[in-house]
């Protein structure tokens, strides 16, 4: 299977920025479409973006379009999500996930493989 490796969380402050990586440490996911989910303490996870395979479609949640954006390097086999203008709500652990899928999709059931999660913390 595609084994996934999120990186790049942290501590920030409300309004700060900080960029999340997803690289494939197994099998490419350069196949498959790849997206970008958060949960945070007692509550779901949801859904933050999505990227295609081919790059050309990507999708946002309403919470963070405008501020966040999403990215691939195929070539690197990985995938990024610039943060921008955080806020506390933006709290959570972030995941990335990918395939079967080549089409984005904002529903976690619809991909296969999921990292360990990175934790990113925005202070008030």
């Known amino acids: 299977q595609v084994q996934l490796v999120e990186s790049g969380g942290g501590l920030v402050q409300a309004g700060g920025s900080l960029r999340l990586s997803c690289a494939a440490s197994?099998?490419?996911?350069?196949?498959?479409?790849v997206g970008w989910f958060r949960q945070a303490p007692g509550k779901e996870r949801e859904f933050v973006a999505a990227?295609?395979?081919?790059?050309?479609?990507?999708y946002y949640a309403d919470s963070v379009k405008g501020r966040f954006t999403i990215s691939r390097d195929n070539a690197r086999d990985t995938v990024y999500l610039q943060m921008n203008s955080l806020k506390s709500e933006d709290t959570a652990v972030y995941y990335c996930?990918?395939?079967?899928?080549?089409?984005?999709?904002?529903?976690?059931?619809?991909?296969?493989?999921w990292g360990q999660g990175t934790q990113v913390t925005v202070s008030s």
């Open positions: 197994g099998r490419t996911f350069r196949g498959y479409a």
């Open positions: 996930a990918t395939g079967p899928r080549t089409g984005v999709t904002s529903t976690a059931r619809e991909y296969d493989f």
């Open positions: 990227i295609s395979r081919s790059t050309s479609s990507t």
